[in-house]
């Protein structure tokens, strides 16, 4: 039986700790940060690793490869990208050759993240932000609008898809209009239900139907005015469940971000209670990842369900003409490039 959590790692190796931790929690999934990531042997290294230990055939290998600021995978590991800004200022002349350049881009990620034994990107942000908001969204956003949002969202994700690489869309029901970073402290939004209905939440409505989603540690007073959204019952209940119709693998934002409090077994079991189907530890301190593991149910029942469904979109895998690809992605960068060059 599998354990409803995803598990940060400490550093390059496996270590032995890290190992019989795996094998007796076995997580549904790991997830990597530049701390893991010294070169492409490695990786693989790494994440054979932690298969072997937790031995199950199925395991999510989750990575923040957006674009732009973040990108765990810079060159020479990884191949530069654009901010999703870039596909925005594109997408004000072309649409269609915004939506195309986005599906392309995606594509050449998820080839990239394969062949290191990857299969999830936590990506696309369909986050909407507003003037005066905080910038830890900015130039990650795909535009000003849900409808232009989820427009190149869903070019992100049919990228991903086609290649077999699970999208994970962020940071449900929206982070765009929070005025604090999540990672520091907890953001408060006084916005009312029908104006976040009208903006925040319609991008991830467009969306629904996409197979993963990570909640936002976002207090929305005007639903409820302790409990941020990924600990809120009532928001996953009424808001992301069944206003917005999302019926996918929900997985909380990182239980290590400042925003949340109280100690982490009690952060897990809050985000589980809350109605998530797994909690997300990314920090790799151990004594947390042991703390979690015991906050955390057996992954079972709808759960598992969502899990196995969303399991079978890294079992895919298309051609596609990579040349036409890359030269999609340079021409990008390229007016990026241009676009933000002093004067």
């Not at 080839?111 to 990506?123: K, V």
């Not at 990924?230 to 992301?240: G, P």
């Amino acid at each position: 039986m599998r354990s409803a959590f995803i598990t940060g790692l400490a550093g390059f190796t496996l270590t032995a700790d890290e190992a019989a931790f795996l094998a007796a929690s076995r997580p549904c999934g790991i997830i990597l940060f530049t701390r893991n990531c010294e070169s492409h042997a490695q990786i693989r290294t790494l994440i054979s690793a932690a298969k072997e230990a937790i031995g199950a055939e199925h395991l999510l290998v989750l990575i923040d490869q957006e674009g732009g600021r973040v990108q765990r995978l810079r060159p020479p590991l990884g191949r530069a990208l654009p901010p999703a800004a870039a596909y925005a200022r594109l997408y004000t002349h072309d649409p269609d050759a915004a939506c195309r350049a986005a599906r392309s881009a995606a594509r050449l990620v998820a080839e990239d993240l394969a062949s290191l034994g990857i299969n999830t990107d936590c990506a696309p942000v369909l986050d909407v932000p507003v003037p005066g908001s905080h910038d830890i969204i900015g130039d990650r956003a795909y535009g000003a609008t849900p409808q232009q949002v989820a427009h190149i969202g869903r070019s992100v994700c049919e990228g991903f898809i086609a290649q077999g690489m699970l999208p994970v869309i962020k940071h449900i029901p929206g982070h765009g209009r929070a005025t604090k970073d999540s990672h520091h402290d907890l953001p408060v939004v006084t916005t009312t239900h029908a104006e976040l209905s009208r903006t925040d939440f319609e991008a991830f409505r467009l969306m629904a139907d996409m197979p993963a989603a990570m909640t936002a540690h976002v207090v929305f007073t005007a639903l409820d005015d302790k409990a941020p959204a990924s600990t809120s019952l009532t928001v996953t209940r009424a808001i992301i469940r069944r206003e917005i119709g999302f019926d996918g693998f929900l997985m909380s934002d990182d239980l290590s971000m400042k925003a949340l409090s109280g100690g982490l077994r009690e952060r897990a079991e809050a985000v589980i209670a809350a109605g998530s189907d797994v909690a997300l530890h990314c920090n790799g301190n151990l004594s947390e990842m042991q703390a979690v593991a015991a906050g955390v149910p057996t992954l079972d029942g709808r759960a598992l369900e969502r899990f196995s469904a969303a399991v079978s979109v890294t079992e895919r895998r298309e051609t596609f003409d990579v040349a036409a690809a890359e030269a999609e992605l340079e021409a990008v960068l390229t007016r990026h490039a241009g676009a933000t060059e002093s004067v």
